[in-house]
C-alpha cells in the first residue's frame, strides 16, 4: 500500500523568506502524481501545485515550487517571498494513475508565517 | 466554477443517533469521495463511489455507509453514532479517467457526538 510522510508537523518562517516542508512517499507504481495542498482556518482545500511521476522537471507555481527526488521518493514544497496569507496547514497527497482519482494523504505541517 | 456542498457545516448529536452528511456537487463528475479529518493524522478515506449505485470502501470505512443514488449527490451514513466519529468530514468530486483530474473539495463538515 501506498504512504505518504510529513515529519514536521509544524514549521515557521518570516515573511519574505523561504521555507521549505518535507514528504516522503511510498510506492511500488511506477505511474503516480504527487500534490500540495493548502488548507487555510477556512478549512477549503486549495490545490497549490501537482507533479507527474513521469516528468523529471520539477513543477512551479508562481511562488511555490518543488524538489521531486524520484529515487529517494521525496517530493518536497519550496515557498519563496512567504506571505502572511500563506500560512495554514499544507497536506502532500498521492495518487496513483489509474481512474478513480483517489488520493491518499499525508498528516500535515501547520505553516506559521511572523511578520 | 466547480461547487462541491456540504450543506451541514456544524452539527452536534447525540451517541447513537443516525446521521447523515449530505454532499452534492454541480459538475457532472464520475467520481465522489468522504474523508475524515483529524488532527495529527491527516485525511483518511472513509468511502469512494465512482459511478451512481457504485462504492468502494476506503482506509477506514468501519462505523459508516454512503448512499449514492443520484449523480450529483453522495451522502455519508453514520448508522449509530459515536463519540470517536467526532470529527471533520470533508467531502471531494472528480471527473473519472486516466488524466490530469483535479479533486474538488467541499467545506467541510464539523461532526460533534457527545
Known amino acids: 500500500a501506498q504512504t505518504v510522510t510529513q515529519s514536521q508537523p509544524e514549521m515557521s518562517v518570516q515573511e519574505a523568506e523561504t521555507v521549505t516542508l518535507s514528504c516522503t512517499y511510498d510506492?511500488?507504481?511506477?505511474?503516480?502524481?504527487l500534490f500540495w495542498y493548502k488548507q487555510p482556518p477556512s478549512r477549503q482545500m486549495i490545490l497549490v501545485i501537482r507533479?507527474?511521476?513521469?516528468?523529471?522537471q520539477n513543477a512551479t507555481e508562481n511562488r511555490f515550487s518543488v524538489n521531486f527526488q524520484k529515487a529517494a521518493k521525496s517530493f518536497s514544497l519550496k515557498i519563496s517571498d512567504s506571505q502572511l496569507g500563506d500560512a495554514a496547514m499544507y497536506f502532500c497527497?498521492?495518487?496513483?494513475?489509474?481512474?478513480?482519482?483517489?488520493?491518499?494523504f499525508g498528516t500535515g505541517t501547520l505553516l506559521a508565517v511572523q511578520p | 466554477d466547480v461547487k462541491v456542498t456540504q450543506s451541514s457545516r456544524y452539527l452536534v448529536k447525540r451517541t447513537g443517533e443516525k446521521v447523515f452528511l449530505e454532499c452534492v456537487q454541480d459538475?457532472?463528475?464520475?467520481?465522489m469521495f468522504w474523508y475524515r479529518q483529524d488532527p495529527g493524522l491527516g485525511l483518511r478515506l472513509i468511502y469512494f463511489?465512482?459511478?451512481?449505485?457504485?462504492?468502494e470502501k476506503g482506509d477506514i470505512p468501519e462505523g459508516y455507509s454512503v448512499s449514492r443514488e443520484k449523480k450529483e449527490r453522495f451522502s455519508l451514513i453514520l448508522e449509530s453514532a459515536s463519540t470517536n466519529q467526532t470529527s471533520m468530514y470533508l467531502c471531494?468530486?472528480?471527473?473519472?479517467?486516466?488524466?490530469?483530474?483535479?479533486?474538488?473539495f467541499g467545506e467541510g463538515s464539523w461532526l460533534t457526538v457527545v
Open positions: 471531494a468530486s472528480s471527473l473519472s479517467g486516466y488524466t490530469r483530474n483535479t479533486i474538488y
Open positions: 510506492t511500488s507504481e511506477s505511474d503516480y502524481y
Open positions: 507533479q507527474e511521476a513521469y516528468k523529471q
Open positions: 497527497a498521492y495518487r496513483s494513475g489509474g481512474a478513480t482519482n483517489k488520493l491518499i
Open positions: 459538475m457532472d463528475h464520475e467520481n
Open positions: 463511489s465512482y459511478d451512481v449505485k457504485m462504492k
